[in-house]
């Protein structure tokens, strides 16, 4: 019948796969189906190869129709460096309230009714953000940017954030971990090392960065690795590393904060150093979206000594914190009547 040009289950077959773009020459003399360079004896090995090449295409198709909206696709467009695997392991989990889910995607789509959407401008040329008035209010400038949020929900969302890096070292130390309710201790400490949370470490010069999120001191290896913790717009995670190592690499005292590269000038890093210790600085930076970078992963194993499972674990559980602080803002923002 395919041969009459009338519809029958191998022309429907041979339609689909050309929309597929899949060429399966049939050789009827054998009875094999050549696809891909390779000989099809068996009907459900060959099945199970089609299956799997359509699955590939439909994934590409949504891939690239997902990236070329225009506002949905600005993180698969981002020219840094952000992984998008690792960036939506926390939603592959799917561990948090469809709420959340909604709120974050929807900020990193660019839908949420901010007063810089078209549907308010339309009606309105007021532009300023509704709590600080100082800027206008972008999804950027809610999430990550906004002066009002920044001694309250911000904090709240970088503390549970890094809290999960903290949980880590405790656990590989054999120190107690605090439960999600308690304060976190700002130093605790055994035979092998002390950890230090949020406090400041005494240096002989002053020193005005001298309180990263946490410092680990290995007393027998004589080793410090201070930990600086943020989250930031999906478009800043780059800049944000580079201001960190700036700040406790390069001067501590340099007061032009976002102006990097910083002169050189006394740093904590060096402080460190000068007390005797083998210190290292790592920077871990996640988008407010749940962004990462690639490579994180790794560099978390390496410098914290853990398997590549437990990174990964880690990774996800700061995108939760990340994204569920994000949630918080964003109905704490969005509850204020716009004026
Ligand atoms: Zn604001």
């Given at each position: 019948m395919a041969k009459r040009q009338k519809r029958?289950?191998?022309?429907?077959a041979q339609s689909i796969l050309?929309?597929?773009?899949?060429?399966?020459?049939?050789?009827?003399?054998h009875s094999t189906v050549i696809l891909d360079g390779a000989i099809f004896v068996d009907a459900k090995t060959l099945a199970r190869h089609v299956v799997s090449l359509m699955r590939t295409a439909n994934?590409?198709?949504?891939?690239?129709?997902?990236?070329?909206?225009?506002l949905a696709g600005r993180v698969l467009r981002s020219t840094s460096n952000i992984g998008l695997v690792g960036s939506f392991a926390w939603l592959k989990q799917a561990k948090l309230s469809s709420t959340a889910v909604r709120n974050v995607l929807a900020a990193q789509e660019g839908c949420l009714l901010t007063k810089t959407h078209p549907a308010h401008t339309k009606h309105s040329a007021d532009l300023s953000c509704r709590a600080c008035r100082k800027s206008k209010e972008t999804i950027a400038h809610i999430i990550s940017n906004c002066p009002t949020w920044l001694p309250t929900l911000y904090v709240d969302r970088h503390d549970s954030a890094a809290r999960n890096i903290y949980y880590k070292l405790c656990q590989k130390y054999g120190l107690m971990p605090p439960h999600y309710t308690q304060q976190v201790l700002?130093?605790?400490?055994?035979?092998?090392?002390?950890?230090?949370?949020?406090?400041?470490?005494?240096?002989?010069?002053?020193?005005r960065h001298n309180?990263?999120?946490?410092?680990?001191f290995d007393k027998i290896k004589k080793t410090a690795l201070v930990i600086e913790f943020a989250i930031s717009w999906f478009t800043g995670i780059e800049r944000q590393i580079d201001i960190k190592t700036n700040r406790y690499c390069?001067?501590?005292?340099y007061d032009q904060d976002l102006n990097v590269p910083y002169p050189n000038g006394d740093n904590l890093l060096r402080e460190l150093q000068a007390a005797g210790w083998d210190a290292s600085f790592f920077p871990i930076v996640i988008g407010a979206t749940g962004e990462v970078l690639f490579g994180l992963s790794g560099k978390i194993k390496e410098h914290l000594g853990i398997s590549s499972e437990a990174a990964d674990e880690c990774i996800e559980r700061m995108q939760q914190s990340a994204a569920l602080g994000t949630?918080?803002?964003?109905?704490n923002h969005l509850?204020?009547?716009?004026?």
């Open positions: 029958c289950v191998i022309s429907d050309k929309t597929y773009n899949i060429n399966a020459k049939i050789d009827e003399a994934n590409t198709r949504r891939y690239e129709e997902w990236r070329d909206l225009p700002s130093v605790q400490e055994n035979d092998t090392i002390k950890l230090y949370w949020n406090q400041p470490v005494q240096t002989k010069k002053i020193i309180k990263p999120d946490i410092i680990l390069v001067n501590g005292n949630s918080r803002i964003i109905k509850s204020k009547k716009a004026r």
